[in-house]
């Protein structure tokens, strides 16, 4: 069992950067992050795969930037131009063998809040 750790989050205004951090206990092939906005379903927002390669949703392409760190089981989110659409809970899971949207990931963490007030 992969337990995820997530960080960061917070609060920001409009057009305003911040960032999320997350560390899993063990390896993972890919790691994501995903977001719920109230009354909203959940949606993916970004993965990476260990080689690094990685993808986004439209909507935040060109604002989100996905990474691996170090041992490559820390993944960051650097999240700017925020918009309040970006509100949400985001939570990051992990998959140990594919990254592919599709499939049910096994690990996720409990979630961090960002809020973007306009």
């Known amino acids: 069992q992969v337990q995820l750790v997530e960080t960061g989050g917070g609060s920001a205004q409009a057009g305003g950067s911040l960032s999320l951090s997350c560390t899993a206990s063990?390896?993972?092939?890919?790691m994501a992050w995903f977001r719920q906005a109230p009354g909203k379903a959940r949606e993916g927002v970004a993965r990476i795969d260990t080689p690094g390669n990685a993808d986004y949703k439209d909507s935040v392409k060109g604002r989100f930037a996905i990474s691996r760190d170090g041992d490559k089981n820390t993944v960051i989110l650097r999240m700017s131009s925020l918009k309040p659409d970006d509100t949400a809970t985001y939570y990051c899971a992990a998959h140990p063998r594919t990254c592919a949207w599709s499939v049910d990931f096994p690990y996720w963490g409990r979630g961090t809040s960002v809020t973007v007030s306009s």
């Open positions: 063990g390896d993972t092939w890919c």
